[in-house]
C-alpha cells in the first residue's frame, strides 16, 4: 500500500512550497515523478489519481501547489507568473533528489495544460530529467489568444490590462478576476462549460478560491513554451493530445509535436481539453505510467553517461566487415596489376596493344581467385584488351 505524507520546501525568495509525496511500497530508493497542475488550479484538482496511479506501479511521486495558490505560499495570492512556476519546480526536482528514498538519477516530469507548457521548457533546460510527459500543453499563448478571445473583445481585455498596470503603478493591488464564470457582466477567464464543470469540481474547502490576477492574463499571452520543443532532445517527451481541445488547441499541439525531435512519442485521445483527466483518464494515465515505465526502469549508472551534443561513437569492425575490406583492397591490387602488365605489352607501330591480355600474361596463379572476387575472370580480361 502506497504511503501519502504532507511536505514542504522553500523555493526561491524564502517563499514555502507544500505539497504531497507518495512513496510506494518496498524498500528504495525509487524512480519518482514531479508533477504540477494548469492554470491557477490547485492539486486537488483531479491530480490524486494520477499520482496515486503512478504510486501503485512503484514511482515516488511529489505533487505541489504552485506558488500563492492551495496550500503554497507566495503574495498576492492566486497570481500566476510562468517563469517563477518554472523556476519553483527546479526546487521541487532538487528536493526529491534530496530523499533517501528516491533514485536522484530516476526522475521524470509530469504537467498537464499550463503545466504541460511548463514541461516542456523544463525538458529543454534541466538535464536532470530523465524524461517528461506534457498532457494537453499550453503551446503558444498568442496563438491560444486569437482563437479564444473574439475580435471584438480584444480592445476591451488590452483596456483591462492597461488600466490594471496604471493602478499597480499608484500602488494598489494587482486587479483580480473569475476563473471561470458564465455570466457575460462577470469578468472570468474562461468561459466554456467544459472549463467551469472542471474548475468548479468539488475540492475541500479553504483548497481553492474561484479569482486570479489580471495581470496573469497578460503573462499567459506572452507564454510560449512552444519554442522550446525541438530542444527537449534527447530527453524522451511524451506527448497526450485531445483532438478537440479548445483550451491549449489540438492543432497547435500536433504542430508542435512535429517540431520536437526524437526520442517523442504522441498520444492523441478523442476528447476535449478535460477528457484526459475525466472519460480519458484511464488512457491517459496508463501512456504516462507506461513512459515512466520505459525510461525511469534503469538506474543511469547501468546505463553509462549520457553524451549531449557528442560526436556519434564508432564501432570496431566486426569480422565480417574485415573480410570485405580485405576483399576490395585485394581487387583494388589486382586491378593496379593488370594496368601495369597492359602497358608492358607489346604495341604497334600506332601504339595499340598487340593481342589479347592472357592468364599466362599475368603470370601468377595465385591471381586467378582475386579476379573472380572482383567481378569475374572475362570481365577483367575483357578490360585488359
Not at 503551446?139 to 479564444?148: A, H, T
Not at 499597480?168 to 458564465?182: H, K, L, N, T, Y
Amino acid at each position: 500500500m502506497t504511503q501519502r505524507v504532507d511536505i514542504a520546501f522553500t523555493a526561491e525568495g524564502g517563499v514555502t512550497l507544500r505539497g504531497w509525496l507518495y512513496l510506494p511500497e518496498g524498500p528504495g530508493p525509487h524512480p519518482a515523478i514531479t508533477m504540477g497542475h494548469g492554470y491557477a488550479c490547485v492539486k486537488e484538482h483531479g491530480l490524486e489519481r494520477f499520482a496515486e496511479a503512478f504510486a501503485a506501479d512503484g514511482f515516488g511521486v511529489l505533487l505541489h501547489d504552485h506558488r500563492t495558490f492551495g496550500a503554497s505560499d507566495g503574495t498576492p495570492r492566486q497570481d500566476v507568473d510562468p517563469w517563477q512556476q518554472i523556476a519553483d519546480w527546479r526546487r521541487a526536482v532538487s528536493f526529491l533528489e534530496s530523499r533517501s528514498q528516491v533514485d536522484a538519477g530516476r526522475i521524470g516530469l509530469w504537467g498537464t495544460s499550463y503545466a504541460g507548457g511548463h514541461a516542456i521548457v523544463l525538458g529543454a533546460t534541466d538535464r536532470r530529467l530523465r524524461c517528461v510527459v506534457a498532457q494537453a500543453p499550453t503551446i503558444s499563448g498568442y496563438e491560444q489568444g486569437l482563437r479564444r478571445v473574439p475580435p471584438d473583445a480584444v480592445a476591451g481585455l488590452e483596456d483591462a490590462l492597461a488600466e490594471d498596470e496604471r493602478a499597480q503603478f499608484r500602488g494598489e493591488a494587482p486587479r483580480m478576476q473569475a476563473i471561470v464564470s458564465d455570466d457575460p457582466a462577470v469578468s472570468a477567464a474562461y468561459r466554456a462549460k467544459d472549463a467551469i464543470e472542471f474548475y468548479l469540481q468539488p475540492v475541500p474547502a479553504g483548497s481553492w478560491e474561484n479569482q486570479v490576477t489580471v495581470r496573469s492574463t497578460r503573462a499567459a499571452r506572452m507564454y510560449e513554451p512552444g519554442a522550446w520543443i525541438s530542444r527537449v532532445s534527447p530527453t524522451p517527451l511524451l506527448l497526450v493530445v485531445a483532438d478537440h481541445d479548445t483550451i491549449t488547441v489540438s492543432d497547435l499541439a500536433l504542430a508542435a509535436y512535429q517540431r520536437a525531435l526524437e526520442p517523442k512519442k504522441l498520444v492523441l485521445l478523442p476528447g476535449g481539453h478535460f477528457d484526459p483527466y475525466l472519460s480519458r483518464f484511464g488512457e491517459s494515465s496508463a501512456a504516462a505510467r507506461d513512459w515512466f515505465r520505459r525510461h525511469l526502469s534503469w538506474p543511469r549508472s547501468l546505463l553509462g553517461p549520457r553524451l549531449v551534443n557528442s560526436p556519434p561513437r564508432v564501432p570496431a569492425p566486426s569480422a565480417e566487415s574485415e573480410a570485405r575490406h580485405e576483399q576490395h583492397r585485394d581487387r583494388g591490387g589486382t586491378q593496379d596489376r593488370l594496368c601495369r602488365i597492359r602497358e608492358q605489352r607489346p604495341r604497334t607501330a600506332d601504339g595499340t596493344p598487340r593481342g589479347r591480355l592472357h592468364l599466362r600474361d599475368v603470370g601468377l596463379r595465385a591471381l586467378r581467385g582475386n579476379l573472380r572476387r572482383a567481378g569475374g575472370v572475362r570481365r577483367l580480361l575483357a578490360r585488359g584488351r
